[in-house]
């Protein structure tokens, strides 16, 4: 897992488009759009209101493949 406090870096191409935060039941917590710095194509999401636990992250890009990272909140 990836385990953080505040806030979750995601690093990819300009092509990438929104992400779906679910908790370990699959249960929808958060949905979003990623929008990433031109020079350093890194998305900023703040988890600072979550409880500790472990969630999943569902990244989509333009062209609709999804990647899934599992995020352990400290």
């Excluded at 995601?10 to 779906?20: R, T």
């Excluded at 370990?24 to 958060?30: P, S």
């Excluded at 759009?33 to 992250?57: H, P, R």
């Amino acid at each position: 897992p990836n385990p953080t406090n505040e806030k979750l870096y995601v690093a990819g191409s300009s092509s990438l488009q929104s992400y779906v935060l679910t908790d370990i039941n699959g249960k929808e917590i958060r949905a979003g759009e990623l929008k990433t710095d031109n020079e350093s194509k890194v998305a900023e999401v703040n988890l600072g209101t979550l409880t500790t636990g472990i969630y999943f992250i569902h990244i989509y890009d333009k062209a609709g493949s999804v990647v899934v990272k599992r995020i352990m909140k400290l």
